[in-house]
Nanobody
Framework: QVQLIESGGGLVQAGGSLTLSCRAS????????MGWFRQAPGKEREFVAA????????NYADFVKGRFTISRDNAKNTVYLQMNSLKVEDTAVYYC?????????????????WGQGTQVTVSS
């Protein structure tokens, strides 16, 4: 089992920045690729970003390219999501997730473990 705990969410004005963190425990963190997803009220959970086990490969949803950056520190068992130039439409609960294989990283079904989520609210 892998336990994931997100932190760093909050309320920010449009144009501002937030950094989300997700700390893992339970198994060897470097054995897992990591992803960030988000879910707004009344909408399906959607892919935001993913990073391979070593951190050498990343993928982003088109709507966050150039604004968000995913990174990881395997020594700290933590994955990060740096979010800049935030927009009102970025408001959602953000989840981190872990998968043992870096394939089809856009699909929530590929992930074995999920955190409880952290709320990000962007005001106009």
């Amino acid at each position: 089992q892998v336990q994931l705990i997100e932190s760093g969410g909050g309320l920010v004005q449009a144009g501002g920045s937030l950094t989300l963190s997700c700390r893992a425990s339970g198994r060897t963190f470097s054995n897992y690729a990591m992803g960030w997803f988000r879910q707004a009220p009344g909408k399906e959970r959607e892919f935001v970003a993913a990073i391979a086990k070593s951190g050498g490969v990343t993928n982003y949803a088109d709507f966050v390219k150039g604004r968000f950056t995913i990174s990881r520190d395997n020594a700290k068992n933590t994955v990060y999501l740096q979010m800049n130039s935030l927009k009102v439409e970025d408001t959602a609960v953000y989840y981190c997730a872990a998968t043992s294989r870096y394939t089809s990283v856009f699909s929530p079904s590929q992930y074995n473990y999920w955190g409880q989520g952290t709320q990000v609210t962007v005001s106009s």
